[in-house]
T-cell receptor, first 109, second 116 residues
Framework: LAKTTQPISMDSYEGQEVNITCSHN???????ITWYQQFPSQGPRFIIQ???TKVTNEVASLFIPADRKSSTLSLPRVSLSDTAVYYC??????????FGKGTRLHILP | EPEVTQTPSHQVTQMGQEVILRCVPI?????FYWYRQILGQKVEFLVS????????KSEIFDDQFSVERPDGSNFTLKIRSTKLEDSAMYFC??????????????FGEGSWLTVV
């Protein structure tokens, strides 16, 4: 399993765009990059997944450079309800999913 | 949207008692998982289950723990002789085997276990 490194915490303000970057220097050819969101006392929730370039859905965008050694989760125009822990995970379909400590995002009014 | 459901949402048990946590995975999913999260700590993998057997387990998942899929829809986690340190939120999860989508798994809302 590729090791991931992401900031422990981030603060931002409502209406801002938030970018959370994850480093995964040892990513393997078959590995996908997946981001989960977790609110207090709830289970992690899938946000977005990608393999290369850019992926966008109704919640977020995921930017993956050509070398795939990092990825950036972009949350457009955040609101107070986006305050949560965001986890970056790297692995393929045969791996168990291991969570790191994630990034605690705190949105301020 | 289909979801993983867990019962009970909260259980209080005395130390030494047995607890069974229940989960109904998403119906077309084939891989099932249990995770736990002690208050304020990270989400920890316990066990994965596929084709009616354990496919992987962590060091946490010792002889005190067992899993079962008794009837084709439920997936249970049994904790024998609970200890105070077993107090945690236990999450069930499931995933559909798909070559194209990596290992996206879907979590339930959790069962909060308090051992007193």
């Amino acid at each position: 399993l590729a090791k991931t490194t992401q900031p422990i915490s981030m603060d931002s303000y409502e209406g801002q765009e938030v970018n959370i970057t994850c480093s995964h220097n040892n990513i393997a050819t078959n590995d996908y990059i997946t981001w989960y969101q977790q609110f207090p006392s709830q289970g992690p929730r899938f946000i977005i997944q990608g393999y290369k370039t850019k992926v966008t859905n109704e919640v977020a965008s995921l930017f993956i450079p050509a070398d795939r050694k990092s990825s950036t989760l972009s949350l457009p125009r955040v609101s107070l309800s986006d305050t949560a822990v965001y986890y970056c995970l790297v692995g393929d379909r045969d791996d168990k999913i291991i969570f790191g400590k994630g990034t605690r995002l705190h949105i301020l009014p | 949207e289909p979801e993983v459901t867990q019962t009970p949402s909260h259980q209080v048990t005395q130390m030494g008692q047995e607890v069974i946590l229940r989960c109904v995975p998403i119906s077309n999913h084939l891989y099932f998982y249990w995770y736990r999260q002690i208050l304020g700590q990270k989400v920890e993998f316990l066990v994965s289950f596929y084709n009616n057997e354990i496919s992987e387990k962590s060091e946490i998942f010792d002889d005190q723990f067992s899993v079962e899929r008794p009837d084709g829809s439920n997936f249970t986690l049994k904790i024998r002789s609970t200890k105070l340190e077993d107090s945690a939120m236990y999450f069930c999860a499931s995933s559909e085997v798909s070559v194209d989508s990596g290992n996206t798994i879907y979590f339930g809302e959790g069962s909060w276990l308090t051992v007193v």
